[in-house]
């Protein structure tokens, strides 16, 4: 009786160190998981520029993206909605090209 559990002990101590070495080599061989497009990487990958100044990098998604669509950054520091204008100290500040400067008239 004694032998069967203290085998069952080994066998526990033993499958427990095997799931860790385990554990180690999926880390190691993808220490970076990462998806974007349903596709799975373990690396990080080049990524395009998001079209954003308010871009964010959800937990395991590959690229930043834009939660709220591209958008230009405008003179007195918020920002402006791709194609969408704004008055601001007294001119009408239009953002024609995601990312850039909004142009102000
Ligand atoms: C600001 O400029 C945009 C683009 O030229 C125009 O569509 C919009 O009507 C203008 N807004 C104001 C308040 O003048």
Redesign the pocket.
Known sequence: MASIFNWLMVAVVIGTAFGDLAEVRRQNDCPYPCTVNGHHFCHPIPCPLPPCVDSITEHGICCPSCPDGPNCPAPDGHTIPWKH?E?IDGK?C?CEHPLTQATC?
């Open positions: 204008s008055m009408n239009t008239v």
